[in-house]
């Protein structure tokens, strides 16, 4: 069941959260926009997309562009600016899972496709937002994973992307110490329509809510969290 929203007030300041087009991206973007948030909604997937779970409002303005390419994110983070003057709150949502062979008959595309949509991309959305974020002393939060804590079987590369997430965020939190927060979550299995179309005989009761990761999220980016820097929160639920 999801959790009650605590008070956050984010008004005035401008988040941009990345794969909001997803069961956790649109979460996030309803928790921020909730709190008084303008948000920036960034996707490859359109809002009209079948496969779009984002609802957009006068307060939510979608941006489509390519995160793993440079010159589009440069593109972006420009584009958002111009529109709103400020950034305030990154979070890198962005991502997406593939698992299933061990390494020696996984193929090299699958992946590039992991270090690029999961890593990559929020590399690229934190190097251009930065400037910005120093500017207003903001915060960024970033998705690792419970697996990302050890290696496994079969799902190495995504364990590989997920542990890369956590580095970045220390270094972010290092190079950035008295301006910009970076933190990041680690859910174990979320609750979205397509973990339950690949995991039907699994215990769904088991599984986080997206609003309850985005809770934490939100949480993260508030003045409750100005101390907190450079940490990798467990979001497991009762998995």
């Known amino acids: 069941m999801p959790s009650t929203e605590f008070d956050v007030d984010f008004d005035g300041t401008v988040a941009v959260i990345t794969g909001a087009s997803g069961a956790l991206g649109s979460a996030a973007v309803d928790r921020f926009r909730a709190a008084g948030a ?24 979608f941006y489509e562009g390519d995160l793993t390419d440079e010159a589009d994110v440069e593109r972006l983070v420009s584009a958002i600016v111009d529109d709103h003057d400020r950034i305030d709150h990154l979070l890198n949502i962005a991502g997406t899972w593939r698992g299933g062979d061990p390494i020696e008959e996984t193929d090299l595309a699958e992946f590039d496709l992991l270090m690029n949509v999961n890593l990559k991309t929020a590399f690229l959305a934190a190097k251009h937002a930065l400037p910005q974020l120093q500017e207003s002393e903001g915060s960024i939060v970033s ?33 950035n110490r008295g301006t910009v927060r970076a933190n990041c979550v680690m859910p174990s299995v979320i609750d979205t329509p397509m973990n339950r179309e690949m995991m ?10 997206p609003s309850e990761i985005a809770d934490v999220m939100a949480f993260l980016c508030s003045d409750g969290a100005s101390v907190t820097s450079g940490a990798a929160v467990p979001v497991y639920g009762d998995a």
């Open 38 to 61: 303008t948000v920036c909604a960034v996707d490859v997937v359109a809002p009209d997309d079948e496969d779009s779970l984002l609802e957009t409002d006068e307060r939510t303005h």
């Open 143 to 175: 998705i690792s994973a419970r697996s990302s804590l050890e290696g496994g079987e079969g799902d190495g590369p995504y364990r590989i992307t997920k542990s890369g997430i956590r580095l970045l965020t220390e270094t972010l939190a290092a190079e």
């Open 200 to 209: 039907p005989d699994s215990d769904h009761d088991s599984w986080v809510d």
